[in-house]
Nanobody, 129 residues
Framework: VQLQAFGGGLVQAGGSLRLSCAAS????????VGWYRQSPGKQRDLVAA???????YYADSVKGRFTISVDRAKNTVYLQMNGLIPEDTAVYYC????????????????????????WGKGTLVTVSA
């Protein structure tokens, strides 16, 4: 199983980017997918997640600006990022978990859960002031 995140780049504050996470198999029909980000010197934070039942979760810092979605026909999960601010600068990673129970994932999200089954390589997002 391979995950590949792409779509990062340099954008001015207030701009938008759409990240994509593609999987080698049909994981996203049965799994939960999460987007994480990590800035230099900081811990990796879970910013958004979506279950196979389309329950979605967002960190307070991105709520109202980021949207996670899935195209199961393309085996791809997206993170639409609008209203970007310099504090969004980070390497963004996608990861997947075989557990797709919405109630458990609500708790996992609150715990900034790291125990995902597969991780993709990150893509760098840089937001200039």
């Amino acid at each position: 199983v391979q995950l590949q995140a792409f779509g990062g780049g340099l954008v001015q504050a207030g701009g938008s980017l759409r990240l994509s996470c593609a999987a080698s198999g049909r994981l996203f029909s049965i799994n939960t997918v999460g987007w994480y980000r990590q800035s230099p010197g900081k811990q990796r934070d879970l910013v958004a997640a979506i279950t196979s039942g389309d329950s979605t979760y967002y960190a307070d810092s991105v709520k109202g600006r980021f949207t996670i979605s899935v195209d199961r026909a393309k085996n791809t999960v997206y993170l639409q990022m609008n209203g970007l601010i310099p504090e969004d600068t980070a390497v963004y990673y996608c990861a997947t978990d075989f557990d797709s129970d919405a109630r458990r994932w609500s708790q996992k999200f609150q715990m900034n859960y790291y125990g995902m089954d597969y991780w993709g390589k990150g893509t760098l997002v840089t937001v200039s002031a």
